[in-house]
């Protein structure tokens, strides 16, 4: 519903203005609500948050310069329309000066003022839309609801389902399927769109023939908007299963696993891969790549094959990178390559996704065995800390072992990481408490123990700070 209010001391004037607009703009639900001088209309404002205000100039009690400067403050603002019978600069430069959208001399033209509301009406809105999207990423980022999130216009009736659309031109596609549709974006890259749609709308996804020639991902239907991260990347996967399928356009359902899969496999070997870059040669490190992509080839369905394809894009965009950050943000040849794996939709087959991946690799591989001929300590290190990063170990103990002076052990253990020591070790033992995590068969405080944190409170917090959800609602989700 769309509230309008209409400021001005005459009655009869008050009364016109709303024939005008409630008869012109019968397709849209309106509320008219009418204010007799600027303290009431600004009272109005603040109650009832309207998405426009039409407003004379001379009133009594708050004239509407005044107003305009006051409305002005207020967190969510009305788009303004000013109806004036002076036709004086200073008042058009006041109205502009304070928000407002247009100036109408009296006595008011029915089409001027028509169109000027409407104009307000799709200019708020466009506003609303992104403030609501800017909020459902923000949801994304941290995994919750901040407090500060307004999102009443998202709170879907029926739930709501996130869908990623791939294809030239998906993004006006999308807009013309969902004309009078409630949705909101929440990535849009170049043949890339990823949003959020009503219940009620999947019928459009899977009958409109222009979206027909497209690839669709789409999740579980939801009620819950704290888990939109979740149901985002349900999404993701559902969309990855066009590497896997004869048939690359049509709309791609996401399904629950009745039996979790096990990740374990896939995970030792992506470790043993990349634990192993300094000392191995690069055709072994090609070949270890593909075949940590061997599922590729088997009878497994293109479910199951989305989600461990998932599972490593995530090792690989999260982990690997991030454990080599400091090469990749200062090698534009590793730059470029992280930037195409991280598009893996942009690649028209999973070979071409892999190579990008093995290239990366190589190289990062060819930077490390650089650096080693210098430090040869480091991957002596690593390979200790390797071996006991779940016991109580500290970066004492380790420079000791491989006899190197602590400072200078320090300096270039995050020289050559790209992070400090203690971060490393952080790192590794969240990646090994969301692998028991997944196991479903420890308890919390059995967790936080396997998995070298040790105090049960300590690792919820830094569990929480790392991956946006507490142990329990990680294991939940995955």
């Not at 000066?97 to 000027?116: H, Q, R």
């Not at 690997?320 to 992280?338: P, V």
Request: net charge negative.
């Amino acid at each position: 519903m769309i509230e309008i209010v209409i400021a001005d001391d005459e009655k009869l004037i008050r009364a016109g203005i709303a024939k005008i607009i409630t008869k012109s703009l019968e397709n849209i639900e309106l509320k008219i609500v009418e204010a007799k001088n600027g303290q009431e209309a600004l009272d109005i404002c603040k109650a009832d948050e309207p998405q426009v205000l039409l407003t004379d100039i001379r009133m009594p009690i708050m004239d509407g310069v005044e107003l305009m400067k006051n409305v002005s403050q207020l967190e969510v603002k009305p788009e303004i329309i000013v109806l004036s019978g002076f036709d004086d600069f200073v008042y058009a430069k006041s109205a502009i000066e304070n928000g407002a959208l247009s100036y109408i001399l009296k006595p008011v033209d029915k089409t001027e003022l028509v169109n000027a509301v409407q104009q307000a009406i799709s200019t708020f809105r466009k506003i609303e839309k992104q403030r609501t999207e800017d909020n459902l990423k923000t949801i994304i980022n941290e995994g919750r609801i901040n407090k500060q999130n307004s999102l009443s216009d998202a709170n879907f009736v029926n739930g709501y389902y996130c869908l990623n659309i791939i294809g030239n031109q998906c993004k006006n596609a999308i807009i013309q399927a969902m004309d009078n549709i409630n949705y909101y974006t929440l990535e849009s890259k170049k043949g890339f769109e990823s949003i959020i749609i009503p219940r009620e709308a999947e019928y459009i996804i899977k009958s409109d023939f222009s979206l027909s020639q497209y690839s669709i991902g789409i999740s579980s239907p939801s009620n819950n908007i704290s888990s939109l991260r979740f149901f985002k990347k349900q999404a993701f996967i559902a969309i990855l299963q066009i590497f896997f399928a004869q048939e690359k356009k049509g709309v791609f359902i996401y399904e629950e696993q009745e039996q979790a899969l096990d990740f374990t496999k896939l995970n030792d070997d992506f470790e043993h891969c990349i634990s192993q870059l300094t000392i191995t040669e690069p055709e072994e490190i090609n070949k270890r790549i593909k075949a940590l992509f061997n599922f590729a080839t088997t009878d497994d369905s293109a479910k199951n094959k989305a989600e461990m394809l998932f599972f490593l894009y995530t090792k690989i965009t999260e982990n690997l990178f991030t454990r080599f950050s400091a090469y990749t943000e200062s090698d534009f040849y590793l730059h470029l390559k992280g930037i195409m794996i991280e598009n893996i939709l942009q690649c028209k087959t999973l070979e071409e996704w892999i190579k990008n991946v093995s290239d990366y690799t190589i190289y990062i591989s060819e930077l490390l065995k650089r650096n080693n001929v210098e430090y040869p300590f480091i991957e002596e290190a690593l390979e200790y800390i390797k071996a006991n990063f779940t016991k109580n170990i500290n970066m004492a103990m380790v420079a000791n072992q491989v006899s190197i002076n602590y400072t200078w052990f320090s300096e270039k253990f995050k020289e050559h990481m790209g992070m400090n020591f203690n971060e490393y070790i952080k790192r590794m033992r969240i990646d090994e408490a969301c692998r028991l995590l997944q196991k479903d068969c420890y308890k919390v405080y059995e967790v936080a123990e396997r998995s070298g944190f040790g105090d049960v409170k300590y690792f919820m917090k830094t569990f929480k700070e790392a991956t946006g959800l507490t142990p329990s609602e990680w294991k939940k989700q995955h």
